[in-house]
């Protein structure tokens, strides 16, 4: 049986009541305490904080594909999640691993995904040069017109 899993955030109304370490908790960037915001247990950043560095997509904090707040895992890629960045080659293409899992030239070289809605169907992919029977047919209908 799975257990319990902990809030990230540390809870003003719970926080900052007592003294010692729960009551001196503020954020690192601009100095907000734990009763003004909530704060990032892990890293010491209050919520406005980290909602900023996810609209500006910061570099050693925030993915650059996919905009997810995640540093160790950036740090790791390179300014890219591990969402974001191919399982087989390890190079990053944010639009494509989260449809077929790899990148678009590794799906292409695997020919088992459609490369238009990115379901694994092999045979129709070989016969339709890369899609499946469903989107061939869509293909088809818009030429005619």
Known sequence: M??????????????????????QRYCARCGNTVR???????HNLCEYCVQEMIRKKEQNWVCRGCGRFAPEEVKAGK?????CLCSACGRPDPTAVPKFGLCRECAKIAGVFCLRCGREAPAQVRKNRGYCDRCAQRNQSRDKL
């Open 2 to 23: 799975a257990g319990k899993r902990k809030n990230p955030w540390l809870d003003p109304n719970k926080e900052g009541k007592s003294k010692g370490r729960r009551g």
């Open 79 to 83: 300014g890219y999640c591990r969402q």
């Open 36 to 42: 003004q915001s909530r704060i990032l247990k892990v």
